[in-house]
């Protein structure tokens, strides 16, 4: 038996569902400017938000389509989940009201609160094979995408003079409150990848508990 059909349909169905809408989501904006002398795509593409919303949309089609069920899928669809939490987080701590280039509500909602929530919902209730351990390996995995992420802007701000998010951007609060700021922040995923694995073995612990009754 495939791993897809022996995950139930509905499940499949939510998850391709939502894919579609977080594609149309991305690609609405981009569309809508293409014409727009001000509109860089770059740019567009350099905002954390944008980025780990794509990796969502391919989290959800293949876990929709084909439903692996594999050790590093496993691994892969938690990393992506924590980025979407770190997402939603970071956008309703930080940036609720920046602009952030999403200026459609709908969209805004979709890529900031619809979309985490649901690859959370999917997380914590979907069970997996493999239990995980939140050891110090796999939060420095999980870690290594928003690690790069950050090293990527500050690299790259200078030499085009913007920065995606006023938190990174050097030019307003100094370098020093800026690199507090980034390690109170790392501090604070590291927290959210520990629970992010923690709260992945659930489905696991119950179906366990569920066997030995």
């Known amino acids: 038996m495939s791993a897809a059909a022996g995950t139930a349909w509905w499940i499949r169905a939510y998850r391709i569902g939502f894919a579609v809408l977080g594609l149309v989501a991305l690609l609405w904006i981009p569309l809508r400017n293409m014409d727009s002398a001000t509109f860089s795509l770059t740019n567009y593409l350099s905002y954390f938000t944008i980025e780990s919303n794509i990796l969502a ?17 496993q691994i892969f669809r938690g990393a992506v989940t924590l980025y979407m939490l770190i997402t939603m987080v970071v956008y309703a701590v930080l940036l609720a009201k920046v602009d952030v280039m999403l200026n459609d509500r709908w969209i805004n ?6 979309l985490p929530l649901v690859l959370l919902l999917d997380w914590l209730l979907v069970a997996m094979p493999r239990r995980l351990r939140a050891d ?13 992420y950050g090293i990527y802007t500050l690299i790259r701000g200078p030499i085009v003079d913007w920065y995606p998010y006023p938190f990174i951007d050097p030019r307003g609060q100094g370098y020093v409150s800026l690199v507090i700021g980034l ?3 790392t501090v604070v995923f590291a927290v959210l990848a520990v629970a992010m694995a923690s709260l992945g073995d659930l489905p696991a612990r119950w179906r366990d508990r569920r066997s030995a009754d």
Not at 136 to 148: G, R
């Open 109 to 114: 909602d979709v890529l900031h609160r619809v």
């Open 183 to 185: 390690v109170v922040l």
């Open 136 to 148: 110090p390996e796999l939060i420095a995995w999980w870690l290594a995408f928003p690690l790069v």
């Open 57 to 73: 949309v391919v989290v959800l089609a293949v876990g929709g389509v084909l439903a692996p069920r594999g050790p590093r899928w």
